[in-house]
């Protein structure tokens, strides 16, 4: 069954980045490892409801403690049966068992409660862990997804005051403002009183992330940040096809093909020996292996995010040097952020992608590790306010105009940096240091490699350059040749920069910085709250 399982993952899921994660400086505990046995033993059923209401009939206890979504369910449902069985304690019975219902709206989710089910996703607005057709006060859907409802429930959101000062000519604007806000403050009284609303109440629950051998702020950051990028998924916001949403349902596709008996080429083909000859028993079999390689896959993003957010809260009191870098054409200062060597931090391999963080928000990045090597990186899809250098603004003002402007048009840029005279500058600055008087012209400089320089880049879309080892894979090598002082005014005159994008349509809130990965961090949980941007550098 393991090697199944592995094999089904390799084919139809992204295995590659699960040994990545695998073979990283991941803490990973024991109770980590018991999720791994949990996850292979987790069977999956798709059954109909007579069938349930049989099997039920029979055996009381059968289906007893299962998690019932619809056929084929997605990330989101999955996430949701993860945070069930391993996060759920009492409230949540783990009998590693899930059972996919094939007609749903044959049932309630009164009736799957009675029958010892806990149904994910179907049910209507009855069972508190479905979404669909789900309306707050002002009958407005609610921008949520089943993962999000069972972890933490529906938070409501505080209604934003009138922009205009509080006057008699818009009495009307407040008087309708104090009034919702009356029933946020009602409704929040009844997310914090009302499980059913809370679902497992996750993000409040550290005496138990604390048994679980974690800083209980670090797991309900990984945790938060998981359903995060599983809501945004699941709402249709991931542009990318390897993404772990539109994965979720080629694993379906691939396995309903299977099941239906369709060959594919010998060399792809999965045994016929492993896979039963009953239909029914094969389709089972085919949504065992979707569920588990899926879960597998949600245990390596949350050990993921357990790291990004280890190194982030000891990031917080161990700031880099903020400098900032203006480029010709563009108005707004560029974010440059320097890590020493004696930075706690500059060996920790997750670095690179805190600083390219929202929390951090650099632009471009210089690491020197403790072995001396060194580490320049750019960072893709900048978008910065066009008008103002943001860099100026005090913390507090900035957060603050950043409020006020959520719902206002302002005109934003795209920008697009080339570290191509960089790697020119810096392999000039290299070979005069060694005497080496050789004469080369600025296309034979700008090779991804050149002999005798210790400076590379993979490619000029990588979007960075190597010098005298990897920083980030932890190879051994010489230390880059040049000092820290020498690279920092190479960057700073030679970063090279267009703007590729102009927005008069689109606010703050529409160009959210994402990152280099795309990923688009969540808010940071209230014990980690010291390490917002504008706080850190």
Not at 462 to 485: R, V
Request: proline letters at 6%.
């Amino acid at each position: 069954m393991t090697v199944f399982l592995i094999k089904f993952s390799v084919t139809v899921g992204n295995w590659g980045d699960c040994l990545n994660v695998i073979n990283s400086n991941i803490h990973i505990t024991q109770g980590d490892f018991a999720m791994l046995h949990e996850i292979a033993n987790i069977k999956t059923l798709v059954l109909t409801v007579e069938q349930i209401r049989a099997m039920a009939k029979d055996d009381p206890l059968g289906l007893s403690g299962a998690f019932a979504p619809h056929t084929d369910p997605h990330l989101d449902e999955q996430w949701a049966i993860f945070q069930g069985t391993f996060f759920g304690g009492e409230l949540m019975p783990k009998e590693g068992k899930v059972v996919c219902v094939r007609d749903p709206h044959n049932t309630t989710s009164a009736e799957l409660y009675s029958l010892g089910l806990t149904p994910i996703g179907i049910g209507g607005t009855d069972n508190p862990y479905d979404e669909h057709g789900r309306m707050d006060e002002q009958g407005e859907q609610i921008n949520t997804c089943a993962a999000e409802l069972l972890g933490k429930g529906y938070y409501p959101k505080a209604p934003r005051p009138p922009k205009e000062k509080e006057t008699e000519e818009n009495k009307a604007k407040w008087n309708a403002y104090r009034a919702k806000f009356e029933r946020y403050k009602a409704e929040h009284t009844a997310y914090l009183t009302d499980p059913s609303k809370r679902g497992l109440d996750l993000l409040h629950r550290g005496e138990f992330f604390k048994r679980l051998g974690y800083e209980p702020d670090v797991i309900r950051f990984a945790i938060d940040s998981v359903t995060h990028y599983v809501k945004k998924g699941d709402r249709g916001r991931v542009n990318d096809s390897d993404a772990m949403g539109p994965v979720v349902k080629h694993k379906w596709a691939i396995a309903d093909r299977i099941a239906a008996g369709e060959k594919f080429p010998p060399h792809l083909a999965l045994s016929e020996q492993s896979l039963p000859q009953d239909p029914e028993e094969r389709g089972n079999f085919l949504a065992t292996q979707v569920v588990q390689s899926t879960l597998l896959e949600l245990w390596i993003k949350l050990m993921n995010e357990v790291t990004f957010a280890q190194c982030l809260k000891r990031f917080a009191p161990n700031r880099g040097e903020l400098r900032k870098v203006k480029v010709a054409g563009i108005k707004p200062s560029i974010r440059f952020v320097v890590i020493r060597k004696e930075h706690p931090l500059s060996g920790d391999g997750e670095l690179a992608r805190i600083l390219r963080s929202r929390y951090v928000g650099a632009d471009v990045i210089l690491i020197r590790n403790s072995r001396g090597h060194v580490y320049i990186s750019i960072r893709e899809g900048i978008k910065k306010k066009e008008q103002e250098d943001e860099m100026t603004q005090d913390p507090d003002a900035q957060q603050e105009s950043h409020r006020e402007e959520q719902d206002v048009e302002i005109p934003f840029i795209e920008i697009e940096l080339s570290l191509r005279r960089i790697l020119i500058e810096l392999r000039r600055w290299e070979f005069a240091l060694r005497g080496d008087k050789t004469e080369r012209t600025d296309a034979e400089l700008a090779a991804n490699y050149v002999e005798g320089s210790q400076f590379s880049m993979p490619s000029a879309k990588a979007g960075y350059i190597l010098g005298g080892g990897s920083t980030q894979s932890h190879k051994e090598g010489p230390p880059c040749a040049l000092d820290d002082q020498t690279i920092i005014e190479v960057i700073e005159k030679y970063l090279d920069g267009k703007i590729v994008k102009r927005s008069d349509e689109r606010n703050g809130s529409a160009w959210a910085d994402t990152g280099k990965e795309g990923r688009q961090v969540p808010e940071l949980p209230p014990a980690m709250d010291q390490v917002p941007v504008s706080r850190v550098v």
